[in-house]
């Protein structure tokens, strides 16, 4: 059995949730003994090739800015599609299975246009479906046009179509995909034994700082939080196009010295600030998944959300249970939600612990790839 994994990043070169998703992914099927080429743009140095023990990986294509300005460009798709196209011209007999994700779309079509001719099962992972509106809003009327029907045009493949939430794979059966199998179990690390959260309380965000993550959104929110409560402090991990403005915008409001920006920060120093913190915040507008959720629950840490209806995050949140969701994104609802979660204490610490406890086994990994292997027959 040889599984082919195509996507144009790959963790820890690029830092993201799909990244993440595509190595645990390439080194399940490898643990397994299943031959595995992942195919990808190249993120490394020359002579710095990436060594994944039993995973083949193979750059189609050059190193490329994948953002501008904090959103996807238009030619590393382009460039990734051509090179997958290519490569499967050429190779698409060795594979059983090609596995990679709906976006970057042109991978995909390049993927169905040649599985008749090679005979390999084609998996997909329908991470997150855009709506007609979101498209326009993102690249503007022409753009948003054309990438609605690029990515309408992608449910036309045959496939076995995954998705990691509920709001996607309704959206992608929508679309004409299906059935689509849920795989919301992504989580692959221990549960942790709840730690104190540190004192003076501290809240804790962690991802890009690009638009849709609204970081912006966070500092106004935690304006308010700090003005009712001076001892809180908060660290906003990460970086992107927003960062700056966010940093300016922490410093207008004379916040400097409790709003923490170190950028990346190493894997020790991440666990610990993710135990010690007394709630984790993700803002974003659009998630296809809810790992920050998930990672912060086996850490008995409560975690607040936006509403919208592009995220699916607020899936994996029971009200008052492991979390809260601010019901709109305005700076004051989100600094209520953030101030519930503060005022919970150890008590809703006890209580996210017990959440995680309960619903462990259907957010492990293991539980998605067993899902995965039971549907492609590996």
Same mark, same amino acid.
């Given at each position: 059995?040889? %599984?082919?994994? =195509?996507?144009?990043? *790959?963790?820890?070169? +690029?830092? /993201?949730?799909?990244?993440r998703v595509y190595r645990q992914l390439a080194e399940a099927h490898a643990a397994r003994g299943i031959r595995v080429t992942y195919l990808t743009l190249r993120?490394?140095?020359?002579?710095?090739?990436?060594?994944?023990?039993?995973?083949? %990986?193979?750059? =189609?294509?050059?190193? *490329?800015?994948?953002? +501008?300005? /904090?959103?996807r460009r238009v030619l590393p798709?382009?460039?990734?599609?051509?090179?997958?196209?290519?490569?499967?011209?050429?190779h698409g007999r060795r594979y059983d299975v090609v596995h990679g994700c709906s976006f970057p779309f042109f991978s995909l079509l390049a993927t169905g246009l040649l599985s008749p001719f090679f005979r390999y099962r084609v998996a997909v992972d329908?991470?997150?479906?855009?709506?007609?509106?979101?498209?326009?809003?993102?690249?503007?009327?022409?753009?948003?046009?054309?990438?609605?029907?690029?990515?309408?045009?992608?449910?036309?493949?045959?496939?076995v179509p995954f998705a990691l939430a509920r709001l996607h794979a309704h959206r992608a059966e929508a679309l004409g995909v299906g059935p689509v199998t849920v795989l919301d179990g992504q989580?692959?690390?221990?549960?942790?034994?709840?730690?104190?959260?540190?004192?003076?309380?501290?809240?804790?965000?962690?991802?890009?700082?690009?638009?849709?993550?609204?970081?912006?959104?966070?500092?106004?929110?935690?304006?308010l939080v700090m003005r009712d409560d001076p001892q809180v402090r908060a660290v906003l991990l990460g970086?992107?196009?927003?960062?700056?403005?966010?940093?300016?915008?922490?410093?207008?409001?004379?916040?400097?010295?409790?709003?923490?920006?170190?950028?990346?920060?190493?894997n020790e120093e991440l666990e610990r600030l993710q135990a010690e913190a007394a709630v984790m915040v993700q803002p974003s507008e659009r998630?296809?998944?809810?790992?920050?959720?998930?990672?912060?629950?086996?850490?008995?840490?409560?975690?607040?959300?936006v509403a919208g209806p592009d995220n699916s995050a607020v899936e994996l949140v029971d009200e008052g249970e492991n979390g809260f969701v601010a019901p709109d994104p305005s700076p004051a609802a989100l600094a209520r939600a953030i101030g519930q979660a503060l005022a919970g204490g150890d008590g809703l610490r006890r209580s996210v612990h017990d959440w995680y406890a309960r619903h462990e086994r259907r957010l492990s990994f293991a539980s998605s790839y067993a899902a995965i292997c039971a549907r492609l027959g590996l």
């Open positions: 059995m040889h %599984v082919c994994i =195509v996507y144009d990043c *790959l963790y820890p070169w +690029t830092i /993201g949730g799909a990244e993120q490394w140095d020359a002579g710095q090739a990436p060594d994944l023990p039993g995973v083949e %990986v193979i750059a =189609v294509g050059p190193r *490329l800015a994948l953002y +501008t300005d /904090g959103k798709p382009l460039v990734f599609g051509l090179g997958v196209f290519w490569h499967l011209l050429r329908w991470i997150e479906v855009w709506t007609r509106d979101y498209w326009r809003q993102y690249l503007g009327p022409l753009g948003g046009t054309v990438g609605w029907w690029v990515q309408r045009f992608c449910a036309f493949v045959p496939q989580y692959s690390g221990p549960a942790h034994v709840p730690q104190p959260a540190a004192r003076p309380p501290l809240v804790l965000y962690a991802g890009r700082m690009i638009p849709e993550k609204r970081v912006l959104l966070l500092v106004e929110a935690l304006a970086r992107g196009p927003d960062l700056e403005r966010v940093r300016s915008r922490i410093a207008a409001l004379g916040l400097t010295g409790q709003i923490a920006l170190p950028g990346f920060v190493s998630e296809g998944y809810g790992m920050v959720v998930v990672e912060a629950a086996a850490r008995g840490v409560p975690v607040v959300l």
